[in-house]
């Protein structure tokens, strides 16, 4: 069953720490997003991937968050430093195209940062 | 710059009463929407979604949601609740032009259903 995962599922870490969060995408989903989610703040956009390239970056909150996606496939989100303020669910998303395509989820990753 | 308001953020309903979950949005263009719900431990999924034609969509499970233009709103409705419909509800838009990638979310509404 080929839908979106994401890995950890769970990471609890250390201020000051880095971490990496994964997404493997539906197969064949040209469009990646990453999205955050915080308790009562819904969804906030973080990054577009089409292919490799990230044409949109606009959402990231500031420049300890970058990420990347390879062979337009698996895509990871590092956040560098982390801060308390990090803590959150960040959900990953794929779609066969951008535009008018329905978005897949995973399930997330519970980042708690302590 | 696009942006959702959902106006409810908790709504409790006995089973087989009328839902109506409100959603606006702030946008000049044409616009794409959608509604999308999250069950308890569960990924999101897609309810239902308007691109053009007759502004009324019927979605899985019975969920039907209706495009005013002329408000900005894109409210989500079902005639009777069960309770499995418990579940968070997020109403989301993307433009239909350039940059029509980016979905914007609400803030989502909490649905309890009693039994």
């Known amino acids: 069953g080929a839908g979106v995962s994401q890995s950890p599922s769970n990471k609890v870490t250390e201020k000051g720490k880095d971490v990496e969060l994964r997404c493997d995408p539906i197969?064949?989903?040209?469009?990646l997003y990453w999205y955050r989610q915080s308790l009562g703040q819904g969804l906030e956009f973080l990054i577009y991937f089409q292919g490799n390239s990230a044409p949109d970056k606009s959402g990231l909150p500031s420049d300890r968050f970058s990420a990347e996606r390879t062979g337009g496939s698996v895509s990871t989100l590092t956040i560098q430093r982390t801060q308390q303020e990090d803590s959150a669910v960040y959900l990953c998303?794929?779609?066969?195209?951008?535009?008018?395509?329905?978005?897949?989820f995973g399930n997330g990753t519970r980042l708690t940062v302590t | 710059a696009q942006s959702v308001s959902q106006h409810n953020h908790h709504v409790i309903l006995s089973e087989a009463a009328s839902l109506e979950l409100g959603c606006n949005y702030s946008y000049g263009g044409t616009v794409n929407l959608f509604w999308y719900v999250q069950y308890p431990g569960q990924h999101l999924q897609l309810l239902l979604k308007?691109?053009?034609?007759?502004?009324l969509v019927k979605g899985i499970k019975g969920f039907e949601a209706e495009f005013i233009k002329s408000k900005f709103s894109f409210n989500l409705r079902k005639p009777s609740v069960q309770w499995s419909d418990t579940a968070e509800y997020f109403c989301a838009v993307s433009s239909s032009g350039a940059g029509s990638y980016q979905l914007t979310f609400g803030k989502g509404t909490k649905l309890s259903v009693i039994p």
């Open positions: 308007y691109f053009s034609g007759d502004p």
């Open positions: 197969s064949g989903h040209t469009a």
């Open positions: 998303a794929s779609s066969l195209d951008r535009g008018r395509s329905p978005l897949h």
